[in-house]
């Protein structure tokens, strides 16, 4: 999208540059400094600009749609109106429904100085196994008790204990990563013969592109997965089925040293969860944009164009008749829907159990969890949700979804 937005805009003869993470780090850094040294200058450009980067101070911002979090908007929209007399200026391009509701709850969520927490991980192995290997490397070698010392202090190890800590290292002595001499522990040959002629870099770096699987069809390619998305449903001696440019696909073979899936044609109709785009909204954004559409209350700041269009969807949001605090369920030929308005997380956790429970196909936004299940009694479905509610612990659900 940041690609058709610059070339729009290089045919109306207005200097524009490109800013996204698929572009070299060259080009990124000649944009960043125009930015800074230029008077008229418009930059197409993706999240990659949150990063903290100095780029001057900016008259304008032009958000197409909306963003997922009130962080993102607050942040993109401190970036104008730092030049004394200036004013923060900051506006919405909406295109659809979706992306209006949204840009109205993020608005209103700021003006009430409501904003995500920011949530720190108290047990961060993977960042702990990379200063264990970063230490050993930089010293030659470490004791124990050198070691011990990167619990000290440190809000995202303070989960981890010394016994935890200390079985870690004896784990990692037994799988060959490390090798432990007269009490020291240094990195392992099959460590060294792994990651030395790239300098360590993977060892050293926290940061990873996120690897993708490419799906080849009688070696054809089809597309790519995301690993996570693999690693999450893959189950061996299971049938790994998932959706693709439009078909349904039955992984046959996973090369996982190659990342390469090849597969063959499915059935239709054996889909597992489906997740949307990667963009998640949250509980309380969900909840607030159903708010927005129950109520009546007019926003000064939008348009005529989107006032209308806010009017048009609300006048069918009110006969449907749901508002803060209800759950509705929808019964049909093919199944139920569940509308809830309680965000991308709290439904794929309902959604999983759930499926656990019925075993029916399932998919699920910010909104609703839908289930394709036919002839399937109401008051049963009633019941495993009532479970949910009252009969899970958190460890329960943590184990269901893992498993997921």
């Known amino acids: 999208m940041a690609e058709k937005v610059a070339n729009t805009i290089s045919n109306m003869r207005i200097h524009s540059r490109l800013h996204h993470s698929s572009i ?14 230029e008077n008229e ?3 197409a450009c993706t999240s990659t600009m949150e990063l903290g980067i100095d780029v001057g101070d900016l008259d304008l911002i032009l958000q197409y749609n909306a963003p997922n979090t009130v962080s993102s908007f607050l942040q993109r929209l401190g970036r104008t109106g730092r030049r004394e007399g200036k004013t923060a200026h900051y506006e919405f391009l909406i295109v659809n429904k979706e992306a209006l509701l949204k840009s109205i709850a993020l608005v209103e969520l700021a003006r009430r100085q409501w904003v995500e927490s920011v949530h720190f991980p108290l047990n961060s192995y993977h960042v702990l196994i990379q200063q264990v290997f970063s230490i050993i490397r930089e010293n030659d070698g470490a004791s124990q008790f050198q070691l011990l010392q990167l619990l000290k202090f440190r809000q995202n190890f303070s989960g981890i204990s010394k016994e935890q800590f200390i079985h870690l290292l004896e784990e990692m002595v037994s799988n060959n990563y490390l090798a432990l001499v007269d009490g020291k522990y240094f990195l392992s040959d099959k460590l060294d013969e792994k990651f030395a002629r790239k300098n360590y870099l993977e060892i050293c770096s926290v940061f990873e592109t996120v690897k993708e699987f490419t ?9 790519s997965l995301d690993s996570w998305f693999v690693n999450i449903y893959y189950k061996e001696n299971e049938p790994f089925i998932f959706v693709l440019n439009g078909l349904v696909w039955k992984g046959i073979e996973i090369d996982f040293n190659r990342y390469i899936i090849h597969v063959q044609e499915a059935e239709k109709g054996a889909i597992p969860i489906w997740q949307g785009s990667g963009q998640k909204i949250s509980f309380e954004i969900a909840q607030q944009i159903l708010l927005i559409s129950s109520s009546y209350e007019d926003y000064p700041y939008i348009d005529q164009d989107a006032s209308r269009k806010l009017k048009e969807y609300r006048t069918n949001f009110h006969y449907f008749g749901m508002k803060p605090g209800m759950v509705i369920i929808e019964e049909d030929s093919k199944g139920y829907t569940i509308y809830t308005f309680a965000g991308d997380m709290v439904n794929y956790t309902l959604a999983t159990l ?3 429970y019925t075993g029916a196909e399932i998919k699920t936004d910010y909104q609703k969890v839908k289930l394709k299940i036919e002839d399937y009694p109401y008051n049963l479905l009633e019941k495993y949700i009532e479970k949910i509610k009252y009969g899970r612990s958190i460890l329960d659900i943590k184990e269901i979804y893992r498993g997921y």
């Not at 070299?24 to 040294?37: A, D, G, M």
């Not at 069809?217 to 089809?222: E, K, V």
Request: hydrophobic share 30%.
């Open 24 to 37: 070299s780090k060259l080009y990124r850094e000649q944009t960043e400094c125009l930015l800074q040294k």
């Open 41 to 43: 200058l418009m930059v």
């Open 215 to 223: 799906v080849k069809h009688q070696n054809r390619d089809i597309g």
């Open 354 to 356: 759930l499926r656990e």
